[in-house]
């Protein structure tokens, strides 16, 4: 007997109660809630991201938002930064940003790494941050020639991120 799996659209994702996501039309639920460390990391590193762009005109942090690439595929990053400023009423951004940040959890990090990695990839995402809290490490990668690049791998990283008009300079030492 064969099972049958059923292939979602956004139409169904936009009725779901439960955090999700969708890839290539499967859902994904979301963990019931982070935890206080994935919280404590997203919080320092959207507020150093969100400090070192603030006088910026073509960049915004944004906490978790919908990121949709297709109709049956849509992502919600822990962190990102988009070119431009979503107006009132967008439910979701239907452009790449120009960086995503992923907190690795139990239940999440084979998704992150090995189908969320090669998604951002593919739609040129300037940068990948995937963050570890268990090993308080950061990966950054950097799209280079249709592809990512490690740049840079560990825990007391200062790094420079160039988006668009703007450059970042994060002390990563200082979101633990």
């Given amino acids: 007997m064969e099972a049958i799996v059923k292939?979602?659209?956004?139409?169904?994702?936009?009725?779901?109660?439960e955090n999700s996501e969708l890839i290539g039309g499967i859902r994904y639920v979301m963990e019931p809630?982070?935890?206080?460390?994935?919280?404590?990391?997203?919080?320092?590193?959207?507020?150093e991201f969100h400090f070192q762009l603030k006088g910026s005109r073509t960049c915004k942090v944004y906490l978790p938002v919908d990121y949709r690439i297709a109709d049956d595929t849509i992502l919600q990053p822990d962190m990102l930064v988009v070119r431009g400023k979503a107006g009132v009423g967008?439910?979701?951004?239907?452009?790449p940003p120009l960086l995503v940040v992923e907190i690795l959890s139990p239940s999440t990090a084979l998704?992150?790494?090995?189908?969320?990695?090669?998604?951002?990839?593919?739609?040129?995402v300037l940068y990948y941050l995937i963050i570890s809290p268990r090993t308080e490490e950061v990966e950054i990668y950097r799209?280079?020639?249709?592809k990512y690049v490690l740049q840079a791998k560990g825990r007391d990283i200062h790094y420079t991120f160039e988006l668009a008009d703007s450059k970042a300079e994060i002390d990563f030492s200082q979101i633990w």
């Fill in 143 to 146: 799209w280079e020639d249709g």
């Fill in 33 to 47: 809630g982070p935890t206080m460390g994935h919280q404590g990391i997203a919080a320092s590193l959207t507020s």
């Fill in 7 to 17: 292939h979602y659209t956004y139409e169904d994702y936009e009725q779901w109660e």
């Fill in 111 to 124: 998704r992150d790494r090995n189908i969320k990695f090669p998604l951002y990839q593919s739609q040129g």
């Fill in 90 to 95: 967008v439910q979701y951004l239907d452009s």
